[in-house]
């Protein structure tokens, strides 16, 4: 399954300021997720983002809300972002069946948002480097489960050259300048 920019939306569940203190990779997981969404809105791809209980857990991450582009915020009960009602018909409505997912925690929120997505029909990628728990090993469960039960594993990098598709378009050339030439070599851990 190729994933396709006109077909994509991003969405960050749960990276949140008071929980990621308690989160194992969580600094690393707002990084590459607030690169994408970057790339994401580059690329006029919808970045949206849940938060859980933000009275308790806080907003999302400031880091995330630093592009130039517009994003949508759902405040959300359910664990599953997609039984929310408003949530749920809004994705219907947007045209895009391919959801981007990644945040926190992958075996709770995470999982059983993708979980509901599948379940509805959407066709869901895991972005490993941005999806975590307090603890790796339960991150790691998640994203097998959730591959069991339909959805792939990608990188940051595979879905934003994937998006682009191709190398002579002038959008190339923005998000080469603004966004790819400046990822740093240093090491990922994939979950």
Same mark, same amino acid.
């Given at each position: 399954?190729?994933?396709? #920019? ?24 707002? $990084? ?9 809105? $580059?690329? +006029? ?58 945040? $926190? ?29 307090? #603890? ?10 959730? +591959? ?44």
């Amino acid at each position: 399954m190729r994933l396709r #920019r006109e077909n994509s939306l991003l969405l960050i569940v749960d990276l949140q300021e008071r929980l990621l203190p308690v989160i194992d990779g969580g600094d690393q997981a707002v $990084a590459e997720a607030a690169w994408l969404g970057g790339v994401a809105q $580059a690329l +006029e791809v919808p970045l949206w983002l849940t938060e859980q209980y933000p009275a308790g857990l806080g907003g999302s991450d400031p880091r995330l809300l630093e592009g130039p582009g517009e994003h949508q915020c759902w405040q959300k009960v359910h664990f599953d972002a997609h039984a929310e009602p408003a949530f749920a018909e809004a994705l219907a409505g947007s045209g895009r069946h391919q959801v981007v997912l990644c945040g $926190a925690e992958a075996h709770i929120c995470v999982l059983q948002t993708g979980l509901g997505l599948l379940e509805a029909g959407y066709e869901v990628a895991w972005l490993t480097e941005a999806t975590v728990s307090r #603890r790796a090993a339960e991150a790691e469960l998640a994203r097998r489960r959730l +591959e069991r039960a339909g959805a792939w594993a990608v990188s940051a990098d595979m879905v934003a050259y994937e998006w682009l598709e191709r190398c002579d378009d002038a959008r190339f050339e923005d998000v080469h300048r603004r966004f790819l030439r400046q990822r740093s070599a240093r090491p990922l851990r994939f979950y």
